[in-house]
RNA sequence: CGGGGCGUAGCGCAGCCUGGUAGCGCAUCUGGUUUGGGACCAGAGGGCCGCAAGUUCAAAUCUUGCCGCCCCGACCA
């Protein structure tokens, strides 16, 4: 993508009402813009940012079993009053009327609707277990927006639903979750640590948050120092036990504010001891029969009985993950976006359009690597070579690549690492080649 | 929802107290000089001063109501 054709409307300067930094540098990268109060739309540069991380969740719930699905945002009111929800749910739950004076509603969570699926379409144990899932925008009218898209009232989840036959059947349904959950924050470049949670209104026993260690989260959480930096389980057999990933996990201390325990907080020695902010990406419950029992979803089972299904729900707040990420990783310049979510891997930055031979070597450059499948931001405009040095550290793609007419006099381009700030001069062969080979 | 604050050019702000018909910086456009870390000079365009009503000869400024947004708290992926 060529910047003279790309929208990326920047600020230079802050906008007022952004007081964290992941919402200062996604207005200023230009990567949203505030429709209403909690509501935002997604600009290009956010919009492939957003769809990156949407895929890393996507890919890595397949890979654990669940099976992808797409539910309306809304809902009739009918299904609610069904489970009981309809009244208890509370001003957060945004109540619509059609013309025909039926009373729907924007989902704010999806157990009855999948429940309903479920229980047409299901008759028997034989075809359980199963894993649901979709990612769709969900709305929960927060009394208090803030922190741009981190606390937003509209904001994209990827939830899925568990099915199984019995409470153990629903325990490996868990395990799966939260070991998927933990290899999808690494591929997005995050420190995640399972904490013990509150399961809320949704209700249930088994439940765990995933938190992000950000200085600025919202969430005061306590933990052992080793949980943070323990190895995510590589080549998981989803179908085997699950169970040691899970222990080695859930046995040393881990809790957010309201589950703490400062007894056992202090049993941990002292230099292990870690009380930190953090931020919540994810969060599993497991709750039984809490929505087959009112909604009759039922399976006949091994021996001819009807037994109610055993059910868990697990979400991921995607649109939050773009800030969360930006919180965990950014610098007094801007965004540092992990490789793998940048919405460009490289800016290829021309230092003087309007220079035959920098424009030569820049096309080239920029030809050669997309169609080898590299994502090239090309600023091609003619700006001044401060201003672009700015902009590119502001949006932070993972890499620059700076082509002027001083280096090329010696036949170099140079390579910036954003995230290091190392830089390497080479010929803009050698450059195209490192990013095109073993890709 | 309780408490606090703010709505003036695309962004950041001044002007409001003490009414006289709108200004600064950045951005934008034109011309020129510049050109490897947010250049300089000269000029230009851009505003129902959040909306409505009221007071007044006269309202960005005073009064009332409404709307929007932000911050703190209680609540949450």
């Known amino acids: 993508m060529r910047v003279s054709r790309f929208f990326m409307p920047l600020l230079r300067e802050t906008p007022a009402e952004a007081q964290i930094v992941s919402h200062r540098y996604m207005l200023r990268a230009g990567l949203v813009r505030q429709a209403s109060a909690g509501i935002y739309s997604w600009l290009p540069l956010g919009h492939r940012v957003l769809r990156n991380i949407e895929q890393i969740v996507r890919e890595e719930q397949n890979r654990a079993g669940a099976v992808e699905l797409l539910m309306p945002t809304l809902q009739s009111a009918e299904l609610w009053r069904e489970s009981g929800r309809y009244d208890v749910y509370g001003k957060e739950m945004l109540r619509i009327k059609d013309r025909h004076d039926r009373d729907l509603l924007y989902g704010p969570t999806n157990e009855e609707l999948i429940t309903d699926i479920f229980r047409g379409a299901v008759r028997s144990y034989k075809d359980l277990p199963r894993i649901l899932y979709h990612i769709q925008w969900k709305f929960r009218d927060e009394i208090r927006p803030r922190f741009g898209v981190m606390r937003g009232r509209e904001f994209l989840m990827k939830d899925s639903y568990s099915f199984d036959v019995d409470a153990e059947g629903a325990r490996r349904a868990y395990y799966k979750m939260f070991v998927a959950y933990l290899?999808?924050?690494?591929?997005?470049?995050?420190?995640?640590?399972?904490?013990?949670?509150?399961?809320?209104?949704?209700?249930?026993?088994?439940?765990?948050?995933?938190?992000?260690?950000?200085?600025?989260?919202?969430?005061?959480?306590?933990?052992?120092?080793?949980?943070?930096?323990?190895?995510?389980?590589?080549?998981?057999?989803?179908?085997?036990?699950?169970?040691?990933?899970?222990?080695?996990?859930?046995?040393?201390?881990?809790?957010?504010?309201?589950?703490?325990?400062?007894?056992?907080?202090?049993?941990?020695?002292?230099?292990?001891?870690?009380?930190?902010?953090?931020?919540?990406?994810?969060?599993?419950?497991?709750?039984?029969?809490?929505?087959?029992?009112?909604?009759?979803?039922?399976?006949?089972?091994?021996?001819?009985?009807?037994?109610?299904?055993?059910?868990?729900?697990?979400?991921?707040?995607?649109?939050?993950?773009?800030?969360?990420?930006?919180?965990?990783?950014?610098?007094?310049?801007?965004?540092?976006?992990?490789?793998s979510v940048a919405p460009f891997r490289i800016g290829l930055i021309s230092l003087k359009a309007d220079d035959p031979k920098t424009r030569e070597v820049c096309d080239g450059l920029y030809q050669k690597l997309t169609a080898a499948g590299v994502e090239v931001l090309y600023d091609d405009t003619d700006e001044r070579a401060g201003t672009k040095f700015s902009m590119f550290d502001l949006i932070g793609l993972p890499w620059q690549i700076i082509v002027g007419p001083r280096g090329l006099a010696n036949g170099q381009v140079e390579i910036k690492n954003r995230k290091t700030g190392e830089r390497q001069n080479l010929s803009a062969e050698a450059a195209l080649n490192m990013f095109t080979s073993g890709k």
Request: charged share 25%; net charge negative; glycine share 10%.
């Open 183 to 339: 290899k999808t924050f690494a591929r997005l470049g995050l420190k995640s640590v399972p904490m013990k949670a509150d399961a809320g209104p949704i209700g249930g026993e088994l439940s765990h948050e995933f938190i992000v260690l950000a200085e600025t989260g919202e969430s005061q959480v306590y933990c052992h120092k080793d949980l943070v930096d323990m190895p995510v389980p590589d080549n998981v057999d989803f179908e085997g036990d699950l169970e040691p990933y899970i222990r080695e996990r859930t046995s040393l201390y881990a809790a957010t504010d309201e589950k703490h325990d400062s007894e056992a907080f202090a049993k941990i020695p002292a230099d292990k001891q870690l009380a930190a902010r953090g931020i919540e990406v994810g969060h599993i419950f497991y709750f039984g029969t809490k929505y087959s029992k009112p909604l009759n979803a039922k399976v006949a089972g091994p021996k001819g009985d009807e037994v109610l299904v055993e059910m868990g729900s697990y979400g991921i707040g995607v649109s939050r993950l773009v800030g969360a990420i930006i919180e965990a990783s950014h610098d007094d310049a801007g965004i540092i976006w992990p490789e």
